[in-house]
């Protein structure tokens, strides 16, 4: 059986547009515990998504998540769409407990929200471009870089940034959406972002008084 027809597998897209169009797409098994260890990663390579989570007691929010090359701590869309499935599925969240740590979820009108702390994210860099233009021109990750971030003010003093992110080492060409790394920039920049990734993807991301950020969006079911 193709892991695309697993009974278990639920699909949404993460950080969608206010329209319900782009968004990441991440596979969810909230019967993570029912999946054994040694499929996880072979299950994770052959969908192909960024990321795939497990869900491995979902009272406790317990979960891992893998990219199709490696298991990872934390990962920012993962967190999201799980918080989103889990309330769908009549769970209370307000927790989420990944390998790097408790994190904590909220949920707010039609967003979904949950915060970490940027030493847990993967070690991801951003490179700022001149303009919009130049991000919107790149063909791949800028020579020389890896697990990299590119941005670009699109509205500084609204704080709106124009993003792509390329993940080659992870079997991730190009991510449409990405997280962690907007944990990490919403961080760096010291102020509230909402991030316009990928071809059509939204993050609200703001840092918080006390070290951690929080990452938002829309979540939708595929």
């Known amino acids: 059986m193709s892991a695309h027809d697993h009974p278990g597998l639920r699909v949404v897209r993460v950080f969608c547009a206010g329209d319900g169009s782009g968004g990441n797409p991440l ?32 009272d406790r929010g317990a979960m891992r998540m893998f990219t199709p090359a490696s298991e990872l701590p934390l990962a920012g869309h993962p967190l999201v769409g799980t918080a989103w499935l889990l ?26 929200w ?13 490179l700022q471009l001149p303009s919009p233009a130049d991000v919107e021109a790149l063909d791949g990750a800028p020579e020389g ?8 003010w699109l509205d500084e003093d609204a704080g709106v940034v ?44 703001r840092p918080l008084e006390d070290g951690r950020a929080e990452i938002g969006g829309l979540v939708r079911e595929v």
């Not at 260890?37 to 960024?50: K, N, T, V, Y």
């Not at 599925?89 to 979904?112: I, Q």
């Not at 949950?114 to 951003?126: H, Q, V």
């Open 27 to 58: 596979g969810v098994f909230l019967d993570g515990a029912a999946v054994p260890e040694s499929e996880r990663q072979p299950i994770a390579r052959e969908l192909g998504f960024s990321e795939t989570v497990f869900v491995d007691d979902p």
């Open 162 to 205: 124009r993003a792509r992110a390329f993940v080659p080492e992870e079997g991730i060409p190009e991510d449409e959406a990405t997280g962690s790394a907007a944990i990490l920039l919403t961080t760096q920049l010291a102020r509230p972002l909402e991030i316009r990734q990928g071809k059509g993807s939204l993050i609200h991301a």
């Open 114 to 126: 949950a915060s970490a702390r940027p030493e847990w994210c993967p070690p991801f860099e951003w």
């Open 87 to 112: 309330r769908d599925g009549g769970f209370d969240v307000s927790v989420l407990r990944p390998p790097a740590g408790e994190v904590p979820v909220r949920f707010e009108g039609e967003l979904t």
């Open 145 to 152: 870089h890896g697990f990299v971030g590119t941005w670009a």
